[in-house]
């Protein structure tokens, strides 16, 4: 059964088409939020209320735009209200208190073999530093439209109908991200 096919039968009530919709976008939905969020609580929070608005609004779908598309404006407008909220309590999702310490999970598994050059070890862990503070520092939209284009791999129209805005505006926040970010780390280039 073709994806129309799924979508028409899920609305008409079927739930073993919805939850073959379901199967078929689950991980790249997680993926996403997980991506946009940095972490694993709130991306499951997030796949959570996406499918859960789908289920609801589904009768809505017209097929106007890709359901591929549909899926991932809610999605990132899940994002974007949590990323919203984030700042409001200056929360800081990167890191989180274990009997050990304070445990920063933006981090990447330190590099344990014998060959590995220190200053290039030094220089990748500040720019990692780097990239994270310029991503604290954009806004919501500029951050979501910068992860989906270099972390996602999604082309400037589809963002531009996730986030229900035009392939243009999303072209004009990728450039202002972009912007920032090598201003950010014109040192390390």
Same mark, same amino acid.
């Given at each position: 059964m073709d994806e129309a096919s799924l979508i028409r039968a899920a609305q008409g009530g079927?739930?073993? &088409?919805?939850?073959?919709?379901?199967?078929?976008?689950?991980?790249?939905?997680?993926?996403? &939020?997980?991506?946009?969020?940095?972490?694993?609580?709130? &991306?499951?929070?997030?796949?959570?209320? &996406?499918?859960?608005?789908?289920?609801?609004?589904?009768?809505?779908?017209?097929?106007?735009?890709?359901?591929?598309?549909?899926?991932?404006?809610?999605?990132?407008?899940?994002?974007?209200?949590?990323? @919203?909220?984030?700042?409001?309590? @200056?929360?800081?999702?990167?890191?989180i208190e274990t009997a050990g310490g304070q445990i920063n999970l933006l981090e990447g598994a330190p590099e344990r073999r014998a060959d590995v050059d220190p200053q290039r070890t030094l220089l990748s862990g500040q720019m990692r530093t780097r990239i994270n503070e310029v991503l604290n520092g954009l806004t919501a939209r500029e951050r979501m439209v910068f992860e989906l284009r270099h972390y996602q791999g999604m082309r400037l129209r589809a963002i531009g109908e996730a986030l229900g805005t035009t392939e243009e505006a999303a072209k004009n926040c990728l450039f202002r991200a972009t912007q920032k970010m090598r201003s950010a780390l014109g040192d390390f280039v």
């Open positions: 079927d739930q073993d &088409a919805f939850e073959l919709l379901v199967r078929s976008y689950d991980q790249s939905v997680l993926r996403i &939020a997980l991506n946009l969020l940095r972490s694993p609580e709130d &991306a499951k929070d997030v796949y959570q209320e &996406a499918f859960l608005r789908v289920y609801r609004n589904l009768h809505n779908f017209r097929f106007d735009c890709s359901f591929h598309t549909w899926l991932y404006r809610i999605v990132t407008n899940i994002c974007l209200d949590m990323l @919203r909220k984030r700042k409001v309590r @200056r929360e800081d999702p990167g890191i």
